[in-house]
């Protein structure tokens, strides 16, 4: 029996940000079991997508338009999450989805829960995925002061409603007991063959950094860039280079302060590159940086994207937190101290020198590890073992 499963998310799927990207790999790893897949989705900034998986494409069924339009922010979002449930109730009654996957939607309003009420009252399973646990943290920095009230007050009812929970959570991270019970682990992953091998070009004479990301200041960029004026204080023989890929809210600091610190030489801002052309600057460069300020953020542990997909290309990568997916051992992988000091350049050029010497085929040996165990199907496995599980349950049932 063919089962039907529909995502449901509140990403602009017409956007080029990493989220959207997940997404897609997501409802890709689901059709490669026996289910039929759908998916729910803003595409552009005032429509909505209904969508259907067909031959591993993304297929277009349905767009809808808003019914009125809003000027203020808040309420654009309260009123067109408000239509976005009334679409997708009407949709369930003609399609009729057996398995109900929701990517967190914010804020958490009155007729998203009367939505999940209505699949409760109907025995169906529904799936909440919260992609950074805990929330409220980050919630409180980025969210407005109502939709994080609104998400507070309404979590409670939230958990009530659906079924499990697969969240992107640290080991240690503390839970209530019904988030013990409903709770699924998972970690974000990539999609290796769509991700170019690195070509490593040897140079000698330098070494060059990139960082590929929508600058922010929980990157911690700031601390290479303070790191290069520290190394250049020493008069080194060998010149390293810093290569800025991406726009975002933290670019203007780091240009003012490598203007502040006289390295326009050594520090290279690229604005956003994608394709051949995101390849071409990769390929010229030997380490990428991760998040280097990620305890801004009030975590110490996560899986950021970026992370994986540098393991999938090839090239060793610096990060300052607990990655998930990469343990101690992990030799392409330089953990710097989770804090705001400048980063040490000549430690991390040893260890990069030595690196190469021990692991002269370090970009085969780290795409391999990227095929084995970062792959989206790996990753949500736990979900979709879940759910076959469900299915096997409804059919004995069903054969009594």
């Known amino acids: 029996m063919i089962y039907k499963i529909i995502y449901i998310s509140d990403v602009d799927l017409e956007n080029t940000s990493g989220y959207n990207h997940k997404i897609e790999h997501q409802v890709k790893a689901f059709s490669r079991t026996e289910f039929e897949v759908y998916l729910l989705t803003r595409y552009g900034k005032k429509s909505i997508a209904f969508i259907k998986l067909e031959n591993n494409k993304l297929k277009i ?14 309420l654009f979002h309260y009123f067109f999450n ?21 990517r967190r939607i914010i804020p958490v309003t ?3 829960l009367k939505a999940l009420k209505k699949l409760r009252e109907e025995n169906k399973i529904i799936f909440y995925e919260i992609p950074t646990f805990p929330w409220k943290e980050e919630a ?7 939709s994080y009230c609104m998400d507070v007050l309404s979590y409670g009812k939230l958990l009530q409603l659906v079924d499990y929970v697969p969240a992107i959570c640290d080991d240690n991270a503390t839970l209530s007991k019904i988030e013990k019970k409903k709770f699924i682990k998972i970690s974000n992953g990539i999609s290796a063959e769509n991700i170019k091998l690195k070509s490593n070009k040897k140079n000698d004479n330098a070494i060059n950094f990139v960082s590929v990301a929508y600058t922010a200041k929980w990157h911690g960029y700031d601390r290479i860039i303070k790191g290069l004026y520290e190394y250049y204080k020493t008069n080194p023989e060998k010149e390293i280079y810093y290569h800025c890929v991406g726009e975002g809210s933290d670019l203007e600091n780091l240009k003012s302060l490598v203007r ?3 390295l326009e030489k050594y520090v290279i801002f690229h604005g956003t590159k994608t394709g051949e052309d995101l390849d071409k600057v990769v390929d010229e460069c030997d380490i990428a940086l991760g998040s280097l300020g990620f305890h801004r953020t009030g975590f110490t ?33 330089y953990r710097i101290p989770k804090d705001d000091t400048p980063v040490n350049v000549s430690q991390v050029i040893q260890w990069y020198e030595n690196l190469i010497k021990e692991h002269p085929n370090y970009s085969m040996e780290m795409r391999r590890y990227a095929e084995e165990n970062l792959s989206w199907d790996a990753k949500m496995k736990p979900v979709i073992e879940k759910i076959k599980e469900l299915a096997k349950e409804k059919e004995r049932k069903q054969n009594i």
Do not use: H
């Open 61 to 74: 069924i349905k767009k809808f338009l808003p019914e009125k339009e809003y000027k203020n922010k808040y």
């Open 260 to 262: 502040e610190l006289n």
């Open 140 to 146: 409180k920095r980025y969210f407005n002061k109502i």
């Open 301 to 333: 542990g996560g899986s950021p994207l970026k992370a994986r997909e540098y393991c999938a290309r090839g090239i060793p990568f610096v990060i300052a937190y607990e990655d998930w997916d990469f343990s101690d051992t992990f030799p392409f992988v």
């Open 82 to 102: 408000k239509q976005y449930f009334k679409i997708f109730l009407d949709l369930d009654k003609e399609y009729k989805f057996d398995y109900y996957y929701i």
């Open 110 to 112: 009155p007729a998203m």
